[in-house]
């Protein structure tokens, strides 16, 4: 299936439909009274986050999306249907922003999780409404309210702890492949990756992270080179990148460090604030690397990174150094959800709307008045 991580949808959500003015009419019954019912509430229309689906190819080509409107009233206190809604199945993981506006409306980061995206017109009031002591033969109604219509675009961002990012035949492929189950094609060329892939790491029997891996970045992508900078959305949810450099290039008179820095200042022109992620740097191809040289690499490179970024040597064909790589990311993604959930329950001792101690001379006891 193709991968699609962007689409433009119009959805139109139905019209309420129009009060009626009507009066009762039966045999012996002079003077019935008004007994004009309400229009029915046009159809919504929303969106729904499902894990099933991993892309938004079904919005490629279908992009209209028109509710129906609600019935008219009639006579004899009837009101009109409503309308059914619409739900638009989409991927966990979409962000979904009015093109008008640019207001973001939602982003659907959990499964089941639901977003209005146009609601339905409320019907319009029959005449039985508006009787009143001296005016008993109402002849007034209102119509329907017309649906909302919006331009929408729909974003997939993968959900991932960690994000792999680097120059094209870096070998991140085949680090994800390594560590987990996933199976991105792997080949001696450029851009072999053209659209994210998503791996489960297992590093324990409860301990487990979602690896991405993103298409190769190369110098000047902000302005189109290569396959641009498009794919890195993607990484805005990580909480953790992985910069993976090729430490012995086919090209002998390429410079790693420079190119690595240039991705860097990629990063920064897309989104300073993927840029000021937390970056780990991953040495990776030392199995090409004599074992005599390879400290003196290692040096180089930790010389060039500063010594407070954490850099891993490892060999993703090898998987050489690829357990202990896992084994500190397992660690890294177990504390941040630990800092994650204390920040989210704050402790209850502490809470200012109680009262922790009891009132000087004690509690009362049982039958006692206090």
């Known amino acids: 299936m193709k991968f699609v991580d962007e689409a433009k949808i ?4 139905g019209k309420g439909g129009n009060g009626v003015a009507s009066f009762r009419r039966e045999k012996f019954i002079p003077k019935g009274g008004p007994d004009g019912g309400d229009g029915g509430r046009g159809g919504s229309i929303y969106a729904v986050a499902d894990r099933n689906l991993n892309t938004l190819i079904d919005y490629r080509y279908t992009r209209k999306f028109q509710a129906k409107n609600g019935e008219n009233g009639r006579g004899s206190d009837c009101y009109g249907r ?5 739900e638009l ?4 993981g979409t962000v979904i922003t009015d093109l008008d506006t640019g207001e973001t409306i939602a982003d ?4 089941g999780e639901k977003a209005l995206l146009a609601k339905g017109g409320k019907g319009g009031l029959g005449n039985l409404h508006f009787k009143t002591s ?12 017309p649906g909302q219509e919006r331009t929408l675009k729909l974003e997939l ?7 792999l990012l680097g120059l094209p035949n870096a070998g991140k492929s085949t680090l994800i492949s390594a560590v987990s189950n996933a199976k991105p094609r792997i080949a001696d060329y450029p851009f072999t990756t053209l659209h994210p892939h998503l791996g489960v790491v297992r590093a324990g029997p409860e301990s487990s992270f979602v690896i991405a891996d993103i298409p190769g970045l190369i110098e000047g992508a902000s302005e189109g080179a290569g396959l641009g900078h498009q794919f890195l959305r993607h990484l805005s949810r990580t909480s953790l990148l992985l910069h993976v450099i090729d430490v012995a290039p086919l090209d ?6 420079a190119a690595a820095r240039a991705i ?3 990063l920064r022109k897309f989104d300073p604030a993927l840029a000021d992620k937390p970056r780990w740097v991953v040495l990776n191809k030392m199995d090409l690397v004599p074992e005599e040289e390879r400290a003196n690499v290692v040096d180089k490179y930790r010389e060039a990174f500063g010594t407070d970024v954490p850099m891993f040597a490892i060999s993703a064909v090898t998987r050489e150094g690829t357990e202990a790589l896992v084994k500190a990311i397992a660690e890294d993604s177990h504390e941040q959800r630990r800092q994650l959930i204390k920040e989210s329950e704050p402790d209850v001792r502490f809470d200012e709307d109680e009262e922790v101690f009891p009132p000087e001379g004690g509690e009362p006891e049982e039958g006692e008045q206090k």
Request: with cysteine; charged share 35%; net charge negative.
């Open 89 to 92: 199945r989409v991927p966990v």
């Open 252 to 257: 002998t008179e390429e410079d790693p460090i």
């Open 108 to 111: 659907l980061d959990k499964n």
């Open 10 to 13: 119009e959805v139109f959500a």
């Open 157 to 163: 961002r993968v959900l991932a702890d960690v994000g």
């Open 134 to 145: 001296t005016n008993r033969a109402p002849r007034q109604c209102t119509p329907g309210e």
């Open 82 to 86: 409503g309308a059914p809604d619409i």
């Open 264 to 266: 860097v200042e990629e």
